[in-house]
């Protein structure tokens, strides 16, 4: 099964694709870690992305494109995929429509996450992200045991450059411009199922599995 999860920032998108990942079997694919982790590494990719990112701006449609070519081919891939964030432009998903059909492979379904806007603000400054294995906290919404540690792993929490207000609210008016429209996008292909993103954690994920049964 090949998905999008599609969603503005803050949406859920990172916590559903985690908790997909055990029940379906298929790898998530957020081309926001990879961005990051290539940061981490100090490589020229991860650097140059970091000018965008720290404006909440998207980076080049072709850097993200190279990135999701290489990544859908791999082994892993063999049973489907969630994408995360990809694609976030409509030059992107004609894009990945090429790669896909190329391959005679296409998206099954595109899982669209709604949630208020004063929701989003609130969900992303308060986010706390584990350094080793990735999983997102809340401070107040899903906080971990320790204030600093990951509840799975023991890994250090840190908070994501990008989630301070002013780049957020930069970031939701980037998906307002670039990212929204895809919605239409796929809605004209018949992919769209949409989730009401308000609400628990484990609520939303039921209303995702419901809906991909
Ligand atoms: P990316 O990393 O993809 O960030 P994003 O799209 O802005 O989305 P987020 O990761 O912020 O939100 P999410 O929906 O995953 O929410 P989460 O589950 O963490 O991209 C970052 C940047 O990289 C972009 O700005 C761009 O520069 C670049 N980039 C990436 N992909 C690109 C592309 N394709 N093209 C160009 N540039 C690209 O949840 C958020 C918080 O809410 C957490 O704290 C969580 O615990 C909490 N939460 C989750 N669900 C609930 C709930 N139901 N109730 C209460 N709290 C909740
Ligand atoms: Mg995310």
Known sequence: MNLIL???PGAGKGTQAKMMIDRYRIPQISTGDILRASLKERTPLGLKAKEYMDKGLLVP???VIDIIK???KEDDCRNGYILDGFPRTVAQAQALDKVLAAMNSGIDHVISIEVDKGELIKRLTGRRTCRQCGRGYHVIFDPPVNKDLCDKCQGELYQ?????????RNR???YDAQTFPLIQYYREKNLVRSIDGQGGIQQIFDRIIQVLS
């Not at 994501?160 to 957020?168: A, I, L």
């Open 70 to 72: 290489t990544r859908i």
């Open 172 to 174: 939701l008016e980037v």
């Open 61 to 63: 449609d072709e850097v």
């Open 6 to 8: 599609l969603g503005p």
């Open 160 to 168: 994501r450059d990008d989630d301070n207000e002013d780049t957020v």
